[in-house]
Nanobody, 125 residues
Framework: QVQLVESGGGLVQAGGSLRLSCAAS????????MAWFRQSPGKEREFVAA????????YYGDSVKGRFTISRDDAKNTVYLQMNNLKLDDTAVYYC??????????????????WGKGTLVTVSS
């Protein structure tokens, strides 16, 4: 397991942009595939984006494809989520998650074994 801490959440107007960060502890971050999930009241935790441990592959949920971009900086032990053209439905608590050497093309919250505590993103009209 690796300890994860999200930051960068806040209030943003619809159509605006926000960048989330997830900082990881330890020296093995580069071996972890990383992902972002989100959850709003009354809904199941939803897959948002993921990046392979090598950084060679990225994956996105249909609802954010073309608007969000995931990236990682192994030198800083950090994964990012750049969110553009935000919509009201993007309002949620965003969670960072990881699993060492995970190489699957499908990401579900049950696949992950390390989790941050979340950061709230609120999109206003």
């Amino acid at each position: 397991q690796v300890q994860l801490v999200e930051s960068g959440g806040g209030l943003v107007q619809a159509g605006g942009s926000l960048r989330l960060s997830c900082a990881a502890s330890g020296s093995t971050f580069s071996t972890y595939s990383m992902a972002w999930f989100r959850q709003s009241p009354g809904k199941e935790r939803e897959f948002v984006a993921a990046i392979s441990w090598s950084g060679a592959s990225t994956y996105y949920g249909d609802s954010v494809k073309g608007r969000f971009t995931i990236s990682r900086d192994d030198a800083k032990n950090t994964v990012y989520l750049q969110m553009n053209n935000l919509k009201l439905d993007d309002t949620a608590v965003y969670y960072c998650a990881g699993r060492r050497y995970y190489s699957g093309g499908v990401f579900h919250h049950s696949h992950m074994d390390s989790w941050g505590k979340g950061t709230l993103v609120t999109v206003s009209s």
